[in-house]
């Protein structure tokens, strides 16, 4: 079994201060997605990551793909009230049977204004 | 607009009491899955289907029932509900399966069983 543990899992800060999340496993995927869930929704992709080492940005959010693909890693600089919400990896594995999505227990952030 | 839903957003109901939540999506996708969503347990997914009439079980599949007879649709049905299937529901689709794609989440559906 696969398994992606998120870490920490609740996270509460003051806005204007950067926060990052950590998504780890023992096992190797071939991409790593990033959602975002706010109550009463389902997730949002924010963002895929295929290669290791990777890095991208999407305005104040920044997340890195570990260079053996095992782990990544999502920073938010100055964090607004906006950001508020939980955050969840999930990694591809093209070895398990049927090109499996596997998720993360998730992070819940909260930004107070 | 692109979208999946779903319905019912809220049931309650008792055990033993057969129930279907249904899902559909307008973006012509191929494939569909259904997720249940548990504190600290993240998404794990319970079936998933590649295309019309090819379905296969995910990581929870007990319990649960699906069927694909069009493509739009993918019900998820639980013929005997009990109590530890209360649990937050969600429908995804996508393009297809494979690494790059997104997965589009319907609005969820939280399950009660008493």
């Known amino acids: 079994t696969q398994l992606l543990e998120q870490s920490p899992q609740f996270l509460s800060i003051q806005e204007g201060e950067n926060l990052t999340v950590y998504c780890n496993s023992s096992?190797?995927?071939?991409?790593l997605q990033w959602y975002r869930q706010e109550p009463g929704e389902g997730p949002v992709l924010l963002v895929t990551?295929?290669?290791?080492?990777e890095v991208k940005k999407l305005k104040r959010l920044t997340f890195q793909f570990g260079d053996a693909r095992k782990d990544s890693s999502l920073h938010i600089t100055a964090a607004q009230p906006g950001d508020t919400g939980l955050y969840l990896c999930?990694?591809?594995?093209?070895?398990?049977?049927?090109?499996?999505?596997?998720f993360g227990g998730g992070t819940r952030v909260l930004v107070k204004p | 607009e692109a979208q999946v839903t779903q319905n019912p957003r809220y049931l309650i109901t008792v055990t033993g009491k057969k129930l279907t939540v249904t899902c559909s999506q307008n973006?012509?996708?191929?494939?569909m899955s259904w997720y249940r969503q548990d504190p600290g347990l993240g998404l794990r997914q319970i079936y998933y289907?590649?295309?019309?009439?090819?379905?296969d079980k995910g990581d929870v599949p007990e319990g649960y029932k699906v069927s694909r007879k069009e493509k739009r649709n993918f019900p998820l049905i639980l013929e005997s509900p009990s109590p530890n299937q209360t649990s937050l529901y969600f429908c995804?689709?996508?393009?297809?399966?494979?690494?790059?794609?997104?997965?589009?989440f319907g609005p969820g559906t939280r399950l009660t069983v008493t």
């Open positions: 999930a990694g591809y594995s093209t070895k398990a049977a049927g090109n499996k999505l596997t």
């Open positions: 973006m012509n996708h191929e494939y």
């Open positions: 990551v295929v290669t290791g080492g």
């Open positions: 995804a689709s996508s393009f297809s399966k494979t690494v790059y794609y997104e997965q589009y």
């Open positions: 096992s190797v995927f071939s991409s």
């Open positions: 289907s590649m295309n019309v009439e090819v379905t």
